[in-house]
């Protein structure tokens, strides 16, 4: 059965997404897809957030409507669509059918009016619909059974109903036309009435109801405006007549047929990953872009022993990556809590200084309290003494992931951080600066396919959060071995395309001495 229909405006979305990211996404073959990630990415939170099960996107077909045909003139002053943002609506359309979402674009009309001709069919058989855009056009369709919803308004998105509508412009959506027909439309070349415009035409609404109330109460006007609405009569009500929504247009499916159905999977991830939506894939299809279970061996350092030969293989290695575990993203306000070291793929160490008593018990067996160890690391400055000739070493190459934050929490603890070949987070801004994140999460997806371990898993989320020193130290441990590891994972892959694209001056003497200025700063 048919609870409520969704209604999605693919062109206004499409357009609005064009223009609100202006950084240059591109897929792997270099083609635009910035106003496809805005686009899918309004999409999916419909999805996330409401999960219906009847639902339908709307384009316009390409080509003329009859609108053109009313009025040569409709929408001549409007820029053309702009040829990369034309080029990604096929893209957008693939990725709405393999989502399994009923596609329509239906010649010789506009988005609208097959949004408006289903959501009447729907109202008329005693079901809901919902449209979802951002075209105050729409709003002349809301009743009863018809609202607007606005997505991309806010965290939660905006509601219209009859009332909201009421408050906007004054009059019932009914005569939301009437309004649109005096205010006119500059961007597709709608007319109106001269001289009127948003307070002018809702003052009038309010005071005579609709364009018929307002010209059999002209000569209550008076000056230039009695003029104007005077001699823009028939302008007035051919506005109307361009503005008024179908909705009769004869469609193949009612909203009944409007069914969503299960996506086509290895369809979206080859889809996804051509698009690099690596993070949006993830959430459409959790591990997908995720490598096969793998084993690594990530291990707690606890001994004086144990921790010179650590340092001793770091060593031996001639370079390693490391990261720091700490109570908050504030490196100035930030305690140490564990330091990470990795030299070798699938490995990892980590090194607990700060972490609170309670975090230092663990339980094998949260069914068997014989399984309780209580943990006892090295303390803090002998573990700190140990790995300081190693930190400040020059000759032994350090790489680390937004490398800046970290050399901050070591100079805070006393440590000066010296040989600094490589910053994974800069070398993916370097080799990819249409890129929206470069975080380790989205970087390890890209270029490993490896979801990591989430923060929110250890300490949490909001107002109930805890800090990483009260995070249990054998969870720590995988999670913190894990940044290190794919961490000097990703520097071998960010070495190789810094040669690939004869990066490799500009980010040695240019890039890493920057670390350390906007360090001092």
């Known amino acids: 059965m048919v609870d409520k229909l969704f209604l999605i405006d693919g062109m206004a979305f499409a357009f609005r997404a064009y223009y609100a990211i202006r950084a240059a996404l591109t897929d792997h073959a270099g083609n635009p897809t910035n106003a496809v990630y805005g686009f899918i990415r309004v999409l999916l939170k419909v999805l996330r957030e409401h999960n219906p099960s009847h639902i339908a996107v709307v384009f316009d077909a ?27 609506f096929p893209v957008m359309q693939d990725l709405v059918k393999t ?109 005579y109801g609709s364009l018929e109330g307002l010209y059999e109460h002209l000569d209550e006007l008076k000056g230039k405006q ?11 009500f051919f506005s109307r007549e361009l503005v008024t929504i179908k909705t009769d247009v004869p469609l193949d499916l009612g909203p009944e047929d409007c069914t969503r159905a299960a996506p086509d999977e290895q369809a979206l991830i080859k889809a996804f990953e051509a698009l690099q939506f690596h993070s949006l894939l993830e959430e459409l299809v959790p591990g997908a872009s995720a490598l096969q279970a793998e084993s690594h061996d990530y291990q707690l350092v606890l001994t004086r ?43 990892g160490y980590y090194i607990p200084v700060g972490h609170t ?22 303390p803090r400055e002998e573990a700190l003494t140990l790995l300081k000739p190693l930190l400040e070493d020059e000759r032994v190459g350090k790489v680390g992931h937004n490398i800046k934050y970290d050399l901050l929490v070591f100079r805070r603890a006393g440590i000066q ?73 990703l520097s071998e892959i960010f070495q190789a395309k810094l040669r690939e694209r004869e990066l490799t001056p500009l980010f040695s003497k240019v890039e890493l001495p920057l670390i350390h200025v906007l360090a001092r700063m």
């Open 62 to 88: 390409p080509g003329k409507n009859f609108r053109d045909d009313l009025y040569p003139e409709y929408k001549a002053t409007r820029r053309e669509t702009p040829p990369d943002l034309k080029a990604q």
């Open 99 to 207: 989502l399994g979402i009923p596609l329509l674009v239906v010649p010789g009309v506009e988005a609208d009016d097959v949004m408006g001709t289903l959501a009447r069919r729907a109202a008329e058989k005693g079901l809901d619909s919902v449209l979802v855009t951002g075209d105050k056009d729409l709003l002349q369709l809301v009743g009863p059974r018809i609202s607007v919803f606005d997505p991309s308004k806010g965290d939660d998105g905006v509601w219209m109903g009859p009332e909201e509508v009421r408050e906007r412009f004054g009059t019932d959506p009914e005569h939301v036309v009437d309004a649109l027909a005096l205010i006119g439309d500059a961007a597709d070349n709608i007319p109106g009435v001269r001289g009127i415009g948003d307070k002018t035409a809702r003052k009038l609404l309010e005071q």
């Open 226 to 236: 009695k003029e104007r609405v005077a001699e823009d009569r028939d302008q007035a």
């Open 305 to 347: 022993e144990r921790l010179e030969g650590v340092i001793e293989e770091m060593r031996a290695s001639g370079a390693f990556a490391v990261d720091t575990e700490t109570t908050s993203v504030d490196p100035m306000r930030a305690t140490l809590v564990g330091v990470s070291l990795s030299c070798r793929a699938a490995t």
């Open 357 to 378: 008593e309670e975090s230092l018990t663990i339980m094998r067996d949260p069914d068997d309290l014989t399984t309780v160890e209580r943990i006892h690391p090295l």
């Open 417 to 489: 951080l010296r040989g600094i070949i490589m910053d994974t987070m800069v070398a993916s801004y370097l080799t990819d600066p249409s890129r929206l994140r470069h975080n380790l999460d989205e970087v390890s997806l890209q270029y490993l396919r490896r979801k990591l371990i989430p923060i929110s898993e250890l300490i949490g989320k909001g107002s109930k959060a805890i800090t990483f020193d009260q995070v249990p130290v054998d969870r720590a441990c995988e999670y913190a071995g894990e940044d290190a590891d794919i961490t000097w994972r």
